[in-house]
């Protein structure tokens, strides 16, 4: 069985400010994560995926997450936040052998403050 | 190319009724995910189909729950004597293959009240 852990159930941070939106995971074999943004009243949207390869992942609106197998982790990074970035990160993981699921945290919510 | 799209947004039901959430995929994709997120929470997987078939729904309730993905038309989550309970919002979404390949578009939910 696979789980995903997002510490921070919220994480306030003041505009221009960086910020880290913690995720650990649990599986017993290899696994593909994701982070997905959610919007007030809308879908996810991903933000960016590791599946093999670079362990530093870039995704859209200047985030980026690095995968550290050893301590099983995915953190969320970005160098400065916009008021925009406002809303609920959610990380999931899928096994590479399932292929037809998504486990996902609890999810972060960010505040960008003024 | 239309997006997945949920109908309808929001949907209130008394206990006891019916309510039937419709999803229909991104133009080409064959897999729909049905999720569902309850206040304050992240999303749980319910079901998993492609065409007419039911591929893992170990995530659906045993009882009041179903789901179809009929060969023509959208896919359909109907959930039969709502409790209030079932109150959620309830997320479609889809994929060209399975995932690792080819992530999952997600539409932008159905949120049921229950009264």
């Known amino acids: 069985a696979q789980s995903v852990t997002q510490l921070d159930s919220q994480v306030p941070v003041f505009e221009e400010a960086p910020v880290e939106l913690r995720c650990n995971y649990s599986?017993?074999?290899?696994?593909?994560l994701f982070w997905y943004v959610q919007y007030p009243n809308q879908g996810l949207q991903l933000l960016l995926k590791?599946?093999?390869?670079?362990?530093l992942v870039k995704g859209i609106n200047g985030f980026e997450a690095e995968f550290n197998k050893s301590q099983t982790s995915f953190h969320l990074r970005k160098p400065s936040v916009h008021i925009s970035d406002t809303a609920e990160y959610f990380c999931?993981?899928?096994?590479?052998?399932?292929?037809?699921?998504?486990?996902f945290g609890g999810g972060t919510r960010l505040m960008v403050k003024p | 190319n239309a997006g997945v799209m949920q109908n309808p947004r929001h949907l209130v039901r008394r206990r006891g009724q019916e309510a039937r959430l419709r999803c229909s995929p991104m133009?080409?994709?064959?897999?729909v995910y049905w999720y569902r997120q309850l206040p304050e929470e992240g999303l749980k997987f319910m079901v998993y189909?492609?065409?007419?078939?039911?591929?893992?729904e170990s995530g659906m309730p045993k009882e009041r729950f179903s789901a179809e993905f009929p060969k023509e038309g959208p896919s359909i989550l109907r959930i039969q004597q709502v409790v209030r309970g079932d109150s959620a919002a309830y997320f479609c979404?889809?994929?060209?293959?399975?995932?690792?390949?080819?992530?999952?578009?997600f539409g932008n939910g159905t949120r049921l009240t229950v009264t």
């Open positions: 979404a889809s994929s060209l293959t399975v995932i690792g390949n080819s992530p999952l578009h």
């Open positions: 599986s017993s074999v290899s696994v593909y």
């Open positions: 590791y599946l093999s390869g670079s362990t």
């Open positions: 999931a993981v899928s096994e590479d052998n399932a292929g037809n699921m998504l486990t």
């Open positions: 133009k080409g994709h064959s897999h």
């Open positions: 189909l492609q065409k007419e078939n039911i591929i893992d």
